[in-house]
């Protein structure tokens, strides 16, 4: 068997509607940001929910990110009332992320979580969320700005305080980074086994880590994919994600060799 070039990714995928089909999606920019900013190789997970074999699936890569999405996680997950009317939902990418999560870091897999994917980290660990922050007391609005271009809604607009001593503040060597807002919802009770990295002004959690995680096993409420070779910060959180992907390739293809693997390669 030939070893690997590069480690391989899973991507989250949501189900959306294309000319009246169903399409397993993702956007580009998770994609192309795992390619360039973590140089590993991404694959996509269809949602494919209860039927989706998780074991199989993490078997077969070296890391799992969590991409941000349009629609919301049904809130009978973290046992909230139903959301507002007209609120997209994506039940399939529910029933597929949530088990799939501390699956992966139970495994020993390196995990990301972006916006949507944050606030599933969040909820598998059986945390729950604020479904409108910015109805909520003492809370700023973090939703973009859709009348702005991409370049706009895209761009910082407020500074994330990181915990002292924290894995996010010791990757990154500081201890305030700021960051771009482009989520309605937000960590309101923090899960199980999850340890604050990083707050917004309005004391709004945007960062977290899985405690005791055997690797890299981050989530971040903004959007580090954009532009990611423009920004140092965004470099740095995939390049680091990247790295651990490869030490865990690097640790299976050793254990596969002193298993005897490579006597016939």
Known sequence: ???????????????????????????????????????????????????????????????????????????????????????????????????????????????????????????????TLHQRVHEVAGKIDHREDRSLTPEGYFAPVHDIALAREGYLARLLGREKIRVNSLHGQGIDRLGDALTIEGVAPDGLIEAVSVTGAQTFALGVQWHPEWKVMENAISRALFAAFGDACRARLDSAAARWRSDGGGEHA
Not at 21 to 50: C, Q, S, W
């Open 1 to 127: 068997m030939r070893p690997r070039v590069k480690p391989v990714v899973g991507v989250s995928t949501c189900v959306k509607d294309v000319d009246g089909f169903a399409n397993y999606a993702v956007a580009m920019k998770y994609v192309d940001a795992l390619a360039h900013g973590g140089d590993v190789t991404p694959i996509l997970i269809p949602a494919l929910g209860e039927i989706l074999a998780i074991d199989d699936i993490l078997g077969l890569v070296d890391g799992l990110m969590l991409t941000g999405s349009m629609s919301n996680i049904e809130p009978h997950h973290y046992g909230a009332p139903p959301s507002v009317s007209g609120t997209l939902h994506d039940p399939l990418r529910d029933a597929t992320t949530l088990p799939m999560i501390p699956a992966a870091v139970a495994a020993g897999l390196p995990v990301f979580a972006i916006c949507r994917g944050f606030q599933e980290l969040n909820v598998a660990y059986g945390g």
